[in-house]
T-cell receptor
């Protein structure tokens, strides 16, 4: 069965650089969620999109932005990177009408040096 | 605000031992409750869920019952295997937001 795809899987950036993370949801899933998991920490909800509109916002820094495109894939844009942004970034998708069924991608590991 | 508290790890058990990982929550309204498992270097996998009080979620020998009176959702398994070694996260969903506990690492020794 198709799963959530995230790219890249690993990314190394320097401080003050920008990064773009991509998420491709499971086919026919129209809702996408982004999470940040710091080393040894629990995942923190960042932001979600439903039908290309932002549906909810969590602890996403102002330096980050995200959007969902017409093909339902989503991109998380991160600017002015800081050392503390080093984390595993997960994307999850869910089908219409069933937000309890969140399927997570393998994550993108971002390292800021 | 909404939150999840789960027992700290690591939890180390011998194969075939009984497992309990405690999870309690604080939430307004009627949240849905979940257990996720994370293997090293991988993403989160949904293990089981319960969407209303007294529901029991179960999968792969793991069980958890949604107890509204004690605001708990403890994870149990009667006989753990080495392959169950992973980090387990309790989570709740309320008003379309997910909140995760801090995770409990389980080590199962042969």
């Amino acid at each position: 069965a198709a799963g959530v795809i995230q790219s890249p899987r690993h990314l190394i950036k320097e401080k003050r650089e920008t990064a773009t993370l991509k998420c491709y949801p499971i086919p026919r899933h129209d809702t996408v969620y982004w999470y940040q998991q710091g080393p040894g920490q629990d995942p923190q909800f960042l932001i979600s999109f439903y039908e290309k509109m932002q549906s909810d916002k969590g602890s996403i820094p102002d330096r980050f932005s995200a959007q969902q495109f017409s093909d339902y894939h989503s991109e998380l844009n991160m600017s002015s990177l800081e050392l503390g942004d080093s984390a595993l970034y997960f994307c999850a998708s869910s089908p219409t009408g069933d937000p309890n069924e969140q399927y997570f991608g393998p994550g993108t590991r971002l390292t800021v040096t | 605000g909404d939150s999840v508290t789960q027992m700290e790890g690591p939890v180390t058990l011998s194969e075939e031992a009984f497992l309990t990982i405690n999870c309690t929550y604080t939430a307004t309204g009627y949240p849905s409750l979940f257990w996720y498992v994370q293997y090293p270097g991988e993403g989160l996998q949904l293990l089981l869920k319960a969407t209303k009080a007294d529901d029991k979620g179960s999968n792969k020998g793991f069980e958890a019952t949604y107890r509204k009176e004690t605001t708990s959702f403890h994870l149990e398994k009667g006989s753990v295997q080495v392959s169950d070694s992973a980090v387990y996260f309790c989570a709740l969903r309320n008003f379309n937001k997910f909140y995760f506990g801090s995770g409990t690492k389980l080590n199962v020794k042969p």
